[in-house]
């Protein structure tokens, strides 16, 4: 399957800077046998009573870290926490790094205290990947991480300064509960209380999953056979009453709309054959490509991604290549905002790969 196919032209002032505000305004294009333009706050005309909308809730975490090995200078990124408590991690200058070595981090800035954590580097893989245990847990990490992290916002959003305070509200979607993402669910970027209110009064049912959004989300694909490219691993978790609250509303005749392809993906890796939902905690690393069978997944709203992505991939698995082409193409011509702080659409599945 060759990444060229999912190759587009998009014009840098697509790229969007900043979302809109209120959220809910952000522009929506509905994509099903035909597109029509509509708002997000549009959505809770365009669901049923008795659907059930599934976020994601994790929390997006100051992950962008600087590091000092004696003088040298360590770029670092946290990705996901281990289940042994240590964490990977992408660094610059990984090649200086050894098993073993001791880092220390600095402040985010000079207004901000020293943050005292350090971490021993134990295992460095080829591909820029690290190993690291930190000198602190559990609440006095996340203490010392606001004290040296910053947002790793994606490299396309443009900040010469670094994030701004109005990117640590702008940033967190209305569902954050559970710390641990690198990068946010973006699709869930467009919810604010009064939709949510909006989408209860309509009868349409809610919960939340949790899957931590890791660093390899920006990594870009490099194989010419996309079917070649590793996904790397993200942890997630699917409780039971999440669990039974959306086979429960299926089996009543409602649909399962999935804000975002985070809480696609985590859905589709605890699906049954039969599209049951399971309860799920541990790590997926699920690649989904056209001519993937979807099983738990009925609606879809997502932002408008990269191109060569595996995110484009994955909505155009979902709603047809052709069809997904065509949109986005409709979405250039129009002025939709793309990226993460960009416009949404709503995705029927259909076509001839979806």
């Given amino acids: 399957m060759d990444l060229a196919a999912f190759d587009f032209a998009l014009p840098p002032d697509r790229i969007a800077q900043h979302p809109a505000h209120p959220r809910e305004r ?3 294009l509905t994509v099903g046998a035909t597109l029509a333009d509509r708002i997000v706050g549009d959505l809770p005309d365009l669901l049923a009573p008795g659907d059930i909308l599934v976020g994601n809730d994790t929390k997006v975490i100051p992950a962008q870290l600087r590091a000092r090995r004696g003088q040298a200078r360590i770029g670092i990124t946290l990705d996901r926490e281990l289940s042994d408590g240590t964490w990977h991690v992408l660094a610059r200058n990984a090649r200086r790094l050894r098993a ?3 880092l220390r981090f600095e402040p985010a800035s000079a207004a901000v205290p020293d943050p005292e954590l350090t971490a021993e580097v134990r295992e460095v893989a080829p591909d820029g990947g690290v190993v690291l245990a930190f000198s602190a847990t559990g609440a006095d990490f996340a203490a010392a991480l606001r004290r040296a992290g910053q947002l790793a916002l994606p490299p396309y959003i443009a900040r010469p300064d670094g994030p701004t305070a109005a990117d640590a509200a702008d940033y967190q979607t209305v569902f954050a509960r559970a710390e641990g993402a690198v990068a946010a669910p973006t699709a869930g970027l467009h919810f604010t209380p009064d939709l949510l209110a909006a989408l209860d009064a309509r009868g349409v049912h809610r919960t939340t999953l949790t899957l931590h959004v890791g660093a390899g989300t920006f990594l870009p694909v490099r194989e010419a056979d996309v079917t070649q490219h ?3 691993a993200e942890r997630g978790e699917i409780t039971a009453a999440t669990a039974a609250a959306i086979n429960t509303a299926r089996a009543a005749g409602g649909r399962v709309v999935a804000v975002g392809t985070t809480v696609l993906r985590l859905l589709e890796t605890a699906a049954a054959p039969d599209g049951t939902l399971r309860p799920f905690a541990g790590e997926t690393a699920l690649f989904i490509l056209p001519g993937y069978r979807f ?4 609606r879809l709203l997502t932002n408008f991604h990269l191109p060569r992505s595996t995110l484009f991939m994955l909505v155009s698995a979902f709603a047809g290549t052709a069809r997904m ?3 986005y193409a409709h979405a250039i011509a129009t002025g939709y905002r793309f990226y993460s ?3 949404a659409c ?6 001839k790969d979806g």
């Fill in 26 to 28: 952000a522009r929506l």
């Fill in 100 to 102: 073993g070595d001791r």
């Fill in 230 to 232: 590793h996904m790397h």
């Fill in 295 to 298: 099983r738990a997944v009925d």
């Fill in 325 to 327: 082409r065509a949109a």
């Fill in 341 to 343: 702080y960009g416009d």
């Fill in 346 to 351: 709503l995705l029927e599945p259909g076509g």
